[in-house]
């Protein structure tokens, strides 16, 4: 190893144990299994689609957007965290109620109640930035990031119609994840996130959904492990 190599390593050695020194009095979250409570807002954009045009009165044709009103969802999930990656398998539920249908050339308004729902689950991978916590001397707020994939039912209904119509489809989804936990101690985490959810093509809307959440999320850390 040539001289400015190994001035290099000691360099980098030594910048790196700066950056982790408040790891002996920091609040880390234990590794093991955890679980999570989430539950938040709701909001799926408008959707626009040609599908919409051989939908029966009372709608007004053409129509071409559905309007969604903000909704709710609730999620849980078990994991196992292993200093910054982890890994868990999410329960979820969300419902937007539907406001109205529009017309593509008046832009005349059709109420249509009823909602559409989400009941599936997804297995996720997570990954904290627990440095960037340390360089900022703030350790117990941990902010992260995650990606995640799996199976929901999609549920529509629409009172306006007589009948009402009803439709059941199920569908894979992926999710982006972008949030942060505050470490209250070593097995109690409170924090906010976002997921966006996007589905695959739904048949009545010709074309996928996307959900977008914001939500607080509460995890109690265990310490355990499944071979305990």
């Known amino acids: 190893m040539n001289f400015s190599l190994k001035k290099a390593v000691i360099h980098a050695t030594f910048a790196l144990t700066i950056a982790y020194a408040p790891l002996a009095n920091a609040i880390v979250a234990a590794d093991g299994i955890y679980y999570s409570l989430l539950l938040g807002g709701a909001y799926s954009p408008s959707i626009t689609s040609s599908a919409f045009t051989t939908l029966p009165a009372p709608v007004v044709q053409p129509v071409n957007a559905l309007k969604f009103k903000p909704g709710f969802t609730l999620s849980g999930e078990m994991g196992v965290k292993y200093g910054s990656p982890r890994l868990g398998v999410q329960f979820f539920w969300g419902q937007m109620a539907h406001r109205y249908f529009r017309n593509a050339n008046t832009g005349t ?39 995640g994939a799996g199976v929901t039912r999609v549920r529509t209904d629409f009172k306006v119609f007589t009948p009402k119509m009803i439709t059941s489809e199920s569908k894979h989804v992926f999710q982006a994840i972008a949030g942060f936990l505050y470490n209250a101690d070593s097995y109690t985490s409170i924090g906010m996130e976002y ?33 305990d």
């Open 195 to 227: 997921r966006g959810y996007f589905t695959g093509d739904v048949a009545v809307f010709g074309k996928p959904m996307q959900v977008h959440t914001v939500s607080i999320v509460i995890t109690n850390h265990t310490d355990g492990w499944f071979f």
């Open 109 to 147: 308004k059709t109420e249509v109640g009823g909602a559409t729902t989400l009941l599936g689950g997804s297995v996720n991978a997570y990954l904290d930035f627990d440095f960037i916590a340390h360089q900022m001397d703030a350790d117990e707020f941990i902010p992260y990031v995650g990606i």
